[in-house]
Each structure stands twice: as structure tokens, then as C-alpha cells.
């Protein structure tokens, strides 16, 4: 089923830390999203670890499957860092929609 591009968006704030620990309560948010266009705010994010940046790719490929929108705003410049230093480009992280 696909979302009304019209309807309103969920909003997420990224913890400052996504290191192992933070991985699955970030999966769980995640699901809990699913089918609804999302809005996901990186703005406090200090460090972004391997785990936690699968689950983004992760979830913007499902949204995209879906043809569900994703968005990441505000990327801190820790979190824009961190992408560049995994060869990942805050596109990746996103869905259209479409």
C-alpha cells in the first residue's frame, strides 16, 4: 500500500550516539514507521556506527520499496563525516516516494 504524499509526516530525532547499543531500539522506531512517510532528524547526532547506518540503508530501501518517503534533515557535520568516511551519501538514506 502506499502512503498519501499529501499525508502528514512522522517525525524521528536521532540519538547522538548510534553505536551497537542503539541499533535495535533504532530498528524498532523504524518498524514502528512502516507504511507512513517519515521524517528522520540527525541534527544531534555525534557518532554514527556501522550497525546503526545498515539500519538506515535498510530502511530507506523498504521505504522506497513501498513507495513511502524518507527524509533525513538537518545531518549534523559529525553525521555528514561519518557517511563520507563509509563511502555513503545522504541520498542513500532517503526515499522519494515515488
Same mark, same amino acid.
Given at each position: &500500500?502506499? *502512503?498519501? &504524499?499529501?499525508? *502528514?509526516?512522522?517525525?524521528? /530525532?536521532?540519538?547522538?550516539?548510534? $553505536?551497537? &547499543?542503539?541499533?535495535?531500539?533504532?530498528?524498532?522506531?523504524?518498524?514502528?514507521?512502516?507504511?507512513?512517510?517519515?521524517?528522520?532528524?540527525?541534527?544531534?547526532? /555525534?557518532?554514527?556506527?556501522?550497525?546503526?547506518?545498515?539500519?538506515?540503508? =535498510?530502511?530507506?530501501?523498504?521505504?522506497?520499496?513501498?513507495?513511502?518517503?524518507?527524509?533525513?534533515? $538537518? *545531518?549534523? *557535520? =559529525?553525521?555528514?563525516? $561519518?557517511?563520507? !568516511?563509509?563511502?555513503?551519501?545522504?541520498?542513500? !538514506? /532517503?526515499?522519494?516516494?515515488?
Amino acid at each position: &500500500m502506499t *502512503p498519501d &504524499m499529501r499525508a *502528514p509526516t512522522r517525525a524521528m /530525532e536521532l540519538a547522538p550516539v548510534l $553505536d551497537v &547499543m542503539a541499533g535495535a531500539p533504532l530498528a524498532a522506531r523504524l518498524r514502528a514507521c512502516s507504511g507512513a512517510n517519515v521524517t528522520i532528524d540527525g541534527s544531534r547526532v /555525534e557518532r554514527l556506527g556501522g550497525q546503526c547506518l545498515q539500519i538506515l540503508l =535498510a530502511a530507506a530501501a523498504s521505504f522506497r520499496a513501498h513507495g513511502a518517503r524518507l527524509r533525513l534533515v $538537518d *545531518p549534523s *557535520p =559529525a553525521m555528514l563525516d $561519518d557517511l563520507a !568516511l563509509f563511502g555513503v551519501g545522504r541520498a542513500d !538514506l /532517503e526515499s522519494g516516494g515515488d
